[in-house]
């Protein structure tokens, strides 16, 4: 139940991180920021590893072994990782920003 959670409820699959990456390369390709492009990046592989983790719930719900829980374990402590390096990039853009867009 938990994987249909992440893929199919509405979030654009792989917990949104779809939907964040596609915002990101649209954002990239209008403003054209180099901290855009490198996030839009970040976000293709941190997108895969939660369809990854997602794919190892199903198993996890129709196995039950063990071996599924440690790999999703191990995928999660990777993206916990490179999830907050992106936002620690993203939250660079301020500057950036102010330079490109006038309010």
Do not use: P
Not at 54 to 61: E, T, V
Not at 79 to 100: I, P
């Amino acid at each position: 139940m938990v994987a249909n959670l992440m893929e199919k409820a509405g979030t654009g699959g792989a917990l949104f991180r779809n939907l964040y990456r596609d915002f990101l390369k649209e954002s990239y390709d209008l403003l054209q920021i180099e901290q855009l492009r490198e996030a839009y990046q970040e976000f293709v592989e941190i997108a895969l590893l939660w369809k990854s983790v997602s794919d190892l719930f199903y198993h996890i719900g129709e196995t039950a072994r063990i071996e599924y829980i440690k790999q999703a374990s191990e995928i999660l402590k990777i993206l916990a990782d490179k999830e907050k390096k992106a936002m620690e990039r993203l939250g660079t853009l301020y500057e950036c920003l102010n330079n490109h867009v006038s309010l």
